[in-house]
């Protein structure tokens, strides 16, 4: 699931929206309004329930083999996405929706980040949404490992250190760190 040339997409559990208005997210760092999108490379990003917590590693050109073996292992490709095994049901049975809307009115939120992709007036979908089916088998086709984990945070702790490239979404929702027990 990515976007054609000339496209970007917006992922959704609402398969009802006719067209998207810019607006500030309650959970957004940014104060001026935006319709939120993803080019392809960032698409996987997404491939999950909206308000599923996931970590996502992958290797770039600075990235150490020992990075690489620790973090995403030996020989299991260049990319790993994490999420809580709570979520898994979540993953295995949401129905998410992929919109396909005109790249032309969206740029990088930044010079330096490109997670997202952002317009600031009313865009259009260029027809209606498209199912995406099952997250599982589009991890799978993507080469993409997907780890489950019973808490996050040791591992995003590694990740954060590491010299891959990552991205956390809706980190906040994840279960509470575990702090190791003293005796």
Request: net charge neutral; hydrophobic share 40%; proline share 12%.
């Given at each position: 699931?990515?976007?054609?040339?000339?496209?970007?997409?917006?992922?959704?559990?609402?398969?009802?929206?006719?067209?998207?208005?810019?607006?500030?997210?309650?959970t957004s760092r940014q104060t001026e309004a935006y319709v939120w999108a993803v080019d392809a490379p960032r698409c996987p990003d997404y491939w999950f329930p909206r308000d599923c917590p996931r970590g996502m590693a992958w290797v770039v050109p600075t990235t150490t083999v020992v990075d690489r073996d620790r973090i995403v292992g030996a020989g299991c490709g260049t990319r790993v996405h994490a999420i809580e095994?709570?979520?898994?049901?979540?993953?295995?049975?949401?129905?998410?929706?992929?919109?396909?809307?005109?790249?032309?009115?969206?740029?990088?939120?930044?010079?330096?980040?490109?997670?997202?992709?952002?317009?600031?007036?009313l865009v259009t979908p260029l027809g209606p949404p498209e199912p995406v089916g099952n997250l599982l088998a589009l991890h799978e086709a993507a080469d993409i490992q997907l780890r489950l984990l019973p808490n996050l945070w040791p591992w995003w702790d590694q990740v954060t250190r590491s010299t891959l490239a990552f991205s956390g979404i809706r980190l906040r929702n994840a279960r509470p760190r575990v702090h190791p027990q003293t005796s």
């Amino acid at each position: 699931m990515r976007p054609a040339p000339g496209e970007v997409l917006h992922f959704s559990e609402d398969p009802t929206i006719e067209r998207f208005v810019p607006h500030v997210a309650p959970t957004s760092r940014q104060t001026e309004a935006y319709v939120w999108a993803v080019d392809a490379p960032r698409c996987p990003d997404y491939w999950f329930p909206r308000d599923c917590p996931r970590g996502m590693a992958w290797v770039v050109p600075t990235t150490t083999v020992v990075d690489r073996d620790r973090i995403v292992g030996a020989g299991c490709g260049t990319r790993v996405h994490a999420i809580e095994y709570a979520w898994l049901p979540a993953l295995q049975s949401v129905r998410l929706y992929a919109y396909r809307l005109p790249a032309a009115p969206f740029r990088y939120l930044g010079p330096t980040e490109t997670h997202a992709m952002v317009a600031t007036e009313l865009v259009t979908p260029l027809g209606p949404p498209e199912p995406v089916g099952n997250l599982l088998a589009l991890h799978e086709a993507a080469d993409i490992q997907l780890r489950l984990l019973p808490n996050l945070w040791p591992w995003w702790d590694q990740v954060t250190r590491s010299t891959l490239a990552f991205s956390g979404i809706r980190l906040r929702n994840a279960r509470p760190r575990v702090h190791p027990q003293t005796s």
